[in-house]
């Protein structure tokens, strides 16, 4: 009876697993959303143990859609000297990381893949429509649609 009981709480967990991964961030309010994302990891995601052995693409094809997202907003937060604008305003990277991670949150039935997480929360003003735009240290100035998919390619092709 044990083994069955086991047996089924395993069954159980792992269908919560696969559905977390499916559905992106969890489905609990923004308060009481983890405030910090980023350390949250899925049993199919490799292991820190596994990804220095291993080659980066190997390693890359392995991430969960939801590390993906992560690591993207990872990157927007540690972008040194740029700016991100929204609506007009200047804001620091790890404002717009923070924004990031709530436009996920809010926006989360629609986001499946990581590419959805860039078209859907990435890429414009869900008030204005207008562009979300990066501006680096030398004044050039990106969309983040077209900047994120790149980064997206990299980090998918396993490229540091």
């Not at 309010?29 to 983890?34: G, I, K, Q, W």
């Not at 490799?46 to 390693?59: G, K």
């Not at 990381?97 to 414009?124: M, N």
């Amino acid at each position: 009876m044990q083994r069955m009981l086991a047996f089924l709480l395993i069954l159980f967990l792992a269908a919560c697993r696969d559905r977390d991964e499916a559905t992106g961030p969890m489905s609990r309010p923004a308060a009481a959303a983890d405030p910090n994302p980023i350390a949250t990891t899925t049993a199919s995601e490799p292991s820190s143990s596994v990804t220095s052995t291993a080659p980066n693409s190997l390693a890359a094809k392995k991430l969960s859609e939801r590390r993906k997202i992560e690591r993207l907003i990872e990157h927007v937060e540690s972008l040194e000297g740029a700016v991100f604008i929204r609506n007009g305003d200047e804001h620091t990277c790890r404002e717009a990381a923070g924004h990031l991670r709530d436009k996920w949150q809010w926006k989360r039935r629609e986001i499946r893949t990581s590419r959805d997480f860039i078209r859907v929360a990435a890429t414009k003003s869900s008030v204005s429509g207008q562009p979300y735009l990066i501006r680096f240290n030398d004044g050039r100035e990106v969309r983040s649609d077209e900047y994120l998919l790149k980064e997206l390619k990299r980090i998918e092709s396993g490229s540091n």
